[in-house]
């Protein structure tokens, strides 16, 4: 018997195991500790035609984009919702016919498991959050989607992964950019050298955050670098490195750095302003920059015989492309609704999401190397 053939087979018996346990005593904490019994576990079977997704975390992002992006998906629902706001639950319940047996809290969260409705755990919450509450899912026998950046540290990204391994279930981060067209035409662009192997690159994002906007609760924790890791890098900066590693198809591999702050009474804790070169194998060089202390937004790419870019690239949507043929006639999509159906995909037919753990991991690893060569005055860093 194949090994997948094995999976398969295997699916049902492991939710069905998992579920037995948990109603006993210990529930979440026997769940995962059965976890090795049964070695490289299968994916759990979805419920439904449809995969349902609970929401972790009801902040800017989940209410702003997610929720109303569910509504726009085919192939997965809103089934669920985990809040510490209780006035939340209410709204959401009403607005999303959300049952009670369906909403959770942070102590109720790992019950979870004992929910066939909810198939995917989409995690929504600040940075510091994500590696406790996948591996919570995880063990719990869901699926996850966890929004970026994947952790605070690059040992969180392994232990994330190892669990979702472990438990058998799919990871996936949040980079619905992989899922917009004019980002898959860059892609294609660079990877296939269709101008030429590229040899530089601009890449930029940044938004300011005002004085005033401070104490705004989503701003809040990301100036603390408990709760966000880091500043604007963690946050936009990201971005930034991402479009560099699927433009070039390649992995950096090493960094320069340089910080600056102008605002040092309000970035006390985390960066403000960095800039960074990545070095790709290949030779293609990278120019990138990120802060919280202006708004821009473009992905420029120079190749041996023309150039392309997104430009603003990064938003929910409005991507305007060129090359120096010209525009780029493509429609914008909702990002999020893609990448949620992907995910969706992935799950029914049993293949890892283009967005993995590991996708997530390689970015904390170039964002680990930017903050050493920072904290080395600027000296070049190998990645990894
Ligand atoms: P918000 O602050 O708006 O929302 C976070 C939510 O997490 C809160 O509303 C709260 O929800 C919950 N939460 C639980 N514990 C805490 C705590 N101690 N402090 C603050 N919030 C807490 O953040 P965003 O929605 O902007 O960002 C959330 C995540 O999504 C981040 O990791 C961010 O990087 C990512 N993101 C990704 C984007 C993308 O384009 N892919 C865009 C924006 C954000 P509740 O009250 O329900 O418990």
Request: glycine fraction near 10%; charge should be negative.
């Amino acid at each position: 018997m194949s090994s997948f053939q094995s999976q398969q087979i295997d699916a049902p018996t492991r939710r069905q195991f998992l579920k037995t346990l948990s109603r006993g005593a210990g529930g979440a904490a026997l769940a995962a500790s059965a976890a090795p019994l049964v070695g490289r576990a299968a994916p759990p079977a979805p419920h439904a035609e449809t995969i349902g997704i609970a929401l972790v975390g009801l902040g800017n992002y989940a209410t702003g984009q997610l929720a109303p992006a569910l509504q726009e998906t085919t192939k997965c629902e809103l089934t669920g919702i985990v809040t510490g706001t209780p006035s939340k639950a209410e709204t959401w319940k009403q607005k999303y016919e959300i049952p009670d047996e369906n909403v959770y809290n942070y102590e109720t969260f790992d019950r979870i498991v004992d929910n066939d409705e909810i198939d995917v755990i989409y995690v929504v919450l600040p940075n510091s959050m994500h590696a406790e509450y996948t591996i919570r899912a995880a063990e719990a026998g869901k699926h996850v989607i966890c929004e970026k950046p994947m952790a605070t540290s690059v040992q969180e990204c392994k232990d994330m992964i190892d669990a979702c391994d472990t438990a058998g279930v799919k990871l996936s981060i949040g980079y619905r950019l992989h899922f917009e067209p004019h980002h898959q035409r860059v892609m294609t662009l660079g990877q296939e050298e269709v101008f030429g192997p590229v040899t530089v690159m601009q890449n930029g994002f940044g938004f300011r955050i005002s004085d005033s906007a401070t104490d705004e609760p989503h701003i809040e924790w990301r100036l603390d670098k408990e709760m966000a890791g880091g500043g604007a890098l963690m946050d936009v900066g990201i971005y930034a490195i991402q479009g560099a590693r699927y433009v070039t198809g390649e992995e950096p591999v090493a960094v320069t750095a340089q910080e600056y702050k102008t605002r040092p009474e309000v970035f006390s804790e985390v960066d403000e302003t960095l800039f960074f070169q990545l070095e790709f194998p290949s030779g293609t060089v990278v120019d990138g920059s990120t802060t919280y202390n202006g708004n821009y937004n473009r992905l420029y790419a120079t190749a041996r015989d023309g150039w392309f870019e997104i430009s603003p690239s990064y938003g929910y949507g409005g991507q305007k492309g060129r090359t120096h043929e010209g525009p780029m006639e493509i429609e914008t999509v909702n990002q999020q609704a893609r990448q949620m159906d992907a995910f969706a995909e992935c799950i029914r037919q049993d293949r890892p999401s283009r967005v993995s753990g590991e996708e997530g991991l390689r970015d904390l690893q170039v964002i680990e190397a930017i903050y050493d060569s920072v904290a080395a005055d600027g000296a070049r860093v190998p990645v990894g």
